[in-house]
């Protein structure tokens, strides 16, 4: 990870470790689910649904606080947002109750829906011209660090302290994040006139290339999700794995995870957004296609299926940070913390059909899972083609994946389009 972030700014640091906090937070109840629902005196379903609250809260929260604080530094929704999540988890300790702990989850997801696209826009504001892509990719693994450090690591502090020990860990990140953030990030001041109404601060975000960025956002997580979701039962179908070897695929998947977000950021930066989604997608559809494959053959070597995990993984991984980038593009720097918001919402938004669409799929046949997930996202990567080549971009460059003559049109218009300064650069 220091390789990671050797030359990256302090405050993206920061802003990375806010993203870890908070989706660490997401996901480490699971570990701890039989002990929390034991102490409570509720069934393990009832505390599942703590997981479900929280992402629908954040789903519905997150663009309504993007309206709601557009006036306000973003440092100051930061820190403030910080400070409520780290509280919110530091008290578990003293719940007794399992009401009282579903109203401190949806207090934590309030505060989540602030930190992750006010962290998201931040770094699309303050990164240099040339390695905004970069920095999105950085802040993203903080999310896969969550999965591959975070969520392991308070499974085991909550079997060695208690389930409410995984919590205070949760609230500890947070409040670190929120120390360094009062020292390190930059004060970016909020682009809305005082006097803007609610229609003047949606106006960057409600045309077609980023409403189909948004509906893509839906389908590509829905698809991801559907297979990630069920990807237990699958690999037992397909290559028997037992336990051990799945909780090995899947540290290997979270590396491929970070890979997956680097790559994405660098080849955004080089070739455009759009170059880079579509670049991502195919890479996914093509593992899918060849799990379904393998499914045919079945039961098939670890080895191969380990290989095609780490491929599916980095390619996953990789759609994220361009669509984030495809959606500053499209929304314009103005809009960029409400582009960010709503791109959260769709992804919970996303995780959520996943799931449910997986588990009909499962229920069928397992093997269908990567063939959907290749169909949807397939349809996805054809329709914000579409879209977004046929609608201009709300931002100053021309997207790298403009035709030559769009490209030196651009240029010529504004004298500093991303093709140009790499040009002056050499």
């Known amino acids: 990870m220091s390789v990671l972030f050797r030359q990256a700014p302090l405050w993206l640091c920061t802003l990375t470790l806010a993203a870890f906090a908070v989706q660490t937070d997401d996901f480490i109840i699971i570990g701890v689910l039989p002990d929390l629902a034991r102490d409570l005196h509720v069934g393990e379903g009832g505390a599942g649904q703590l997981v479900t609250v929280y992402s629908l809260v954040y789903a519905l929260a997150a663009p309504a606080w993007a309206l709601l604080l557009a006036r306000i530094d973003r440092k100051r929704a930061l820190c403030g947002a910080l400070a409520v999540f780290a509280a919110?988890?530091?008290?578990?300790?003293?719940?007794?109750?399992?009401?009282?702990?579903?109203?401190?989850?949806?207090?934590?997801?309030?505060?989540?829906?602030?930190?992750?696209?006010?962290?998201?826009?931040?770094?699309?504001?303050?990164?240099?011209?040339?390695?905004?892509?970069?920095?999105?990719?950085?802040?993203?693994?903080?999310?896969?660090?969550?999965?591959?450090?975070?969520?392991?690591?308070?499974?085991?502090?909550?079997?060695?302290?208690?389930?409410?020990?995984?919590?205070?860990?949760?609230?500890?990140?947070?409040?670190?994040?929120?120390?360094?953030?009062?020292?390190?990030?930059?004060?970016?001041?909020?682009?809305?006139?005082?006097?803007?109404?609610?229609?003047?601060?949606?106006?960057?975000?409600?045309?077609?290339?980023?409403?189909?960025?948004?509906?893509?956002?839906?389908?590509?997580?829905?698809?991801?999700?559907?297979?990630?979701?069920?990807?237990?039962?699958?690999?037992?179908?397909?290559?028997?794995?037992?336990?051990?070897?799945?909780?090995?695929?899947?540290?290997?998947?979270?590396?491929?995870?970070?890979?997956?977000?680097r790559l994405a950021g660098r080849f955004v930066d080089q070739y455009g957004s759009l170059r880079a989604l579509v670049a991502a997608g195919g890479l996914f559809c093509a593992g899918m296609a060849a799990f379904c494959g393998l499914w045919v053959s079945r039961p098939v070597p670890l080895a191969p299926v380990a290989a095609l995990l780490m491929w599916w993984s980095v390619a996953a991984w990789a759609v994220p940070p361009a669509l984030q980038a495809l959606m500053v593009d499209r929304a314009g720097p103005e809009g960029a913390t409400q582009a960010m918001a709503l791109h959260s919402s769709s992804a919970y938004v996303g995780a959520a059909a996943g799931g449910g669409l997986g588990g009909a799929l499962v229920v069928v046949d397992a093997g269908l899972l990567p063939a959907v997930a290749a169909v949807l996202v397939g349809l996805a990567l054809g329709g914000v083609w579409w879209a977004v080549r046929s609608a201009p971009a709300a931002v100053e460059r021309p997207d790298a994946c403009a035709g030559p003559g769009e490209a030196e049109a651009g240029a010529a218009a504004d004298g500093h389009g991303a093709r140009t300064e790499r040009g002056h650069r050499r």
């Open 88 to 261: 919110t988890n530091l008290v578990v300790p003293l719940v007794t109750s399992f009401p009282a702990l579903m109203g401190l989850r949806v207090s934590a997801a309030l505060a989540a829906a602030v930190v992750m696209p006010a962290a998201l826009a931040e770094a699309t504001a303050a990164a240099p011209p040339d390695r905004r892509g970069r920095y999105l990719a950085t802040v993203m693994t903080g999310l896969t660090g969550a999965v591959l450090i975070g969520v392991p690591a308070g499974t085991y502090i909550g079997d060695a302290a208690g389930w409410q020990a995984t919590f205070v860990f949760a609230g500890a990140l947070g409040a670190a994040a929120l120390l360094l953030a009062l020292v390190t990030v930059p004060r970016t001041p909020s682009v809305a006139e005082p006097a803007a109404g609610v229609r003047e601060l949606l106006r960057p975000v409600l045309n077609r290339a980023v409403l189909v960025v948004l509906l893509v956002t839906v389908v590509t997580v829905a698809g991801n999700l559907a297979f990630q979701t069920y990807l237990a039962p699958f690999l037992t179908d397909l290559a028997s794995v037992t336990r051990r070897q799945l909780a090995l695929l899947l540290v290997l998947s979270g590396a491929g995870g970070l890979i997956g977000t």
